[in-house]
C-alpha cells in the first residue's frame, strides 16, 4: 500500500477504484492498464505538454492553481459543442434531450467522484469559490445569527475565509481560527478549544494549497459533529488527487473545483447532505430553479435545481463530468503512487538545496511545495524559472492570513500532478541554482 493510501484511509478518503461508467468519449488508452502506469503514454494525452517555452521544454508545476485537460475532455468538450448543444431541462427534441443526458451524466460521473450515490447532492456550480459562498449565503443566512461561531482555520484559502466574513458581517456571527504549528499541521488542542464555544459550523480545507497539509478531516469532522457543529470541507486540492468519500469523511458539505482535475474552468461543485439542500432557500433566483411562478410567489425546483438557476455551463459541465471518468478510469491508487515517487524525490531535492526554506510538513502532505530561496523574491524565481521553461506559482497563493502566520509575504510554489515525470524535479533545481548565480549566491 502506498503512502498516500495509508493517509487517505486515515483521513477518510476512499482510495479505491469505482467503476466510471456514463458516457465516456475514451479514445485512446488511459496509460495505467493492468496496474502499469505508463508515464509517456499518459503525457501524450495531454497536448500541452508537447510545447517549449522559451526554447526549453515546458515544466508545468502550477497544478495546485490549475491543472491541463487531456485530449480526452477537449474531445467530449468539442463534441457536445459540434453535436450535441442546446440547452438542457427545457426542450422535447432530440438535440435538447442529448444535451440533458450529457449534462445528467457529468452529474452522476461526478457523484461517483464525491462518493455518494445520490446524484441530487451534487449542485453545478461556478468553482469551490461559488459552492462555498453558496453555502454561506444560503445555509448561514437562514441559520447563524448574532453570537453565533463559525471555525476556520489559519490556513484557509481566502475561497473559505472570505464568504464567512461577508456573512459575519450580515449576521454578526463570530469567526474563530484554529491556530496552525510550527511545523504547519492543524493545533488539533486549540481546535478542542474552539468546540467548546459550540459553533454551528466547521469549515476547514482538505489539503492546505500552500502547504501541502493533508488535514485528518474524518477527525476534525467528528470533533465538530460532537460539538453539534455542521462542517463544510474544502477539497480543492484533494478531489484531483484521489476519489473523495464524503461519506467517509462524515461531512455535511464538501466543495471543489473542475479546473483542478483536468477539467475546464469556470465549474465545480457542492456536494452536500440531501436533507440539508431540500432546507435551505435559493441561493439565486431565476429560470430552471423554479417549480411554479405567479405574481404573488413562487415555489422552488426539487433539489439540486433549486440552486442552479438560469442556463448553466453545459459544455462545462460535460467536460468536468470526462475529467471525473478519466482520472477514475486511470485509478486513484495508480495516481497515488507516482505523486508519492514524485513527492519523496522532491522533498530530498529540495531539502539539500543550501538557503531553501520549505513550508509544511514532511509526512502527511501531497507534492505541494511552497518554498523561500535565500533573499531571493518568489517573483524573482518564478521569472527566472520561466526562462527555462519552468512554469511555479509565486505569491501570497490566497492565503494572506497563512502568510502573515509565518511573518512573510509570498513564497515560491511548486505543485506536481501524474503526468509531472522526475526529470522534471531535475529542472526545478538546475534552474534554482540558475537563480542563486544570477544573485551572486544565496546570503
Request: aromatic content about 6%.
Amino acid at each position: 500500500m502506498t503512502e498516500m493510501t495509508e493517509a487517505t484511509r486515515a483521513t477518510g478518503v476512499l482510495a479505491s477504484n469505482r467503476p466510471s461508467g456514463g458516457d465516456a468519449d475514451t479514445g485512446a488508452g488511459d496509460g495505467a492498464e493492468a496496474g502499469r502506469w505508463d508515464l509517456e503514454a499518459i503525457r501524450a494525452q495531454f497536448p500541452i505538454l508537447s510545447r517549449e517555452v522559451n526554447g526549453h521544454p515546458l515544466a508545468y508545476l502550477d497544478n495546485a492553481a490549475s491543472s491541463q485537460q487531456p485530449l480526452r475532455v477537449l474531445n467530449r468538450v468539442e463534441r457536445y459543442l459540434r453535436e450535441q448543444h442546446a440547452n438542457v431541462h427545457r426542450g422535447v427534441h432530440q438535440l435538447s434531450a442529448e444535451a440533458t443526458e450529457a449534462y445528467e451524466d457529468a452529474r452522476r460521473s461526478v457523484a461517483a467522484h464525491a462518493g455518494t450515490a445520490d446524484p441530487a447532492e451534487i449542485v453545478f456550480t461556478r468553482g469551490t469559490t461559488e459552492a462555498v459562498n453558496l453555502v454561506a449565503s444560503s445555509w448561514g443566512d437562514a441559520f447563524v445569527g448574532a453570537g453565533d461561531g463559525i471555525v476556520l482555520t489559519k490556513m484557509e484559502h481566502h475561497s473559505n475565509l472570505v464568504p464567512w466574513q461577508l456573512l459575519a458581517d450580515r449576521t454578526g456571527c463570530d469567526l474563530h481560527f484554529v491556530d496552525v504549528t510550527p511545523g504547519g499541521t492543524l493545533d488539533l488542542d486549540d481546535f478542542d478549544r474552539l468546540l467548546e464555544k459550540r459553533p454551528r459550523l466547521v469549515a476547514c480545507t482538505h489539503v492546505s494549497n500552500s502547504l501541502g497539509t493533508l488535514n485528518p478531516v474524518r477527525e476534525i469532522v467528528d470533533r465538530a459533529h460532537a460539538a453539534g457543529a455542521l462542517t463544510l470541507i474544502d477539497g480543492a486540492q484533494a478531489a484531483p488527487h484521489m476519489l473523495t468519500d464524503v461519506a467517509g469523511i462524515g461531512c455535511d458539505f464538501y466543495a471543489f473545483s473542475s479546473h483542478k482535475m483536468c477539467g475546464p474552468t469556470g465549474v465545480g461543485a457542492l456536494w452536500a447532505r440531501r436533507e440539508l439542500l431540500a432546507e435551505m432557500p435559493p441561493y439565486q433566483g431565476g429560470g430552471e430553479m423554479i417549480s411554479e411562478v405567479r405574481l404573488e410567489g413562487s415555489s422552488w425546483a426539487q433539489v439540486p435545481h433549486k440552486f442552479e438557476a438560469g442556463t448553466p455551463n453545459i459544455s462545462g459541465v460535460v467536460g468536468f463530468g470526462e475529467a471525473a471518468r478519466f482520472l477514475a478510469d486511470l485509478g486513484p491508487e495508480a495516481i497515488a503512487s507516482h505523486e508519492n515517487t514524485l513527492k519523496s524525490a522532491a522533498l530530498n531535492r529540495l531539502g539539500e538545496i543550501e538557503g531553501l526554506h520549505l513550508y509544511g510538513p514532511r509526512e502527511g502532505r501531497t507534492a505541494v511545495f511552497s518554498f523561500t530561496y535565500g533573499d531571493i523574491h518568489p517573483h524573482d524565481l518564478s521569472t527566472i524559472l520561466d526562462q527555462r521553461g519552468i512554469a511555479i506559482r509565486a505569491g501570497h497563493h490566497c492565503n494572506q492570513p497563512l502568510m502573515d502566520h509565518y511573518g512573510i509575504s509570498a513564497t515560491a510554489r511548486a505543485s506536481f500532478y501524474f503526468y509531472n515525470s522526475p526529470e522534471e524535479i531535475d529542472a526545478l533545481c538546475d534552474g534554482l541554482a540558475m537563480a542563486a548565480e544570477v544573485f551572486g549566491g544565496i546570503a
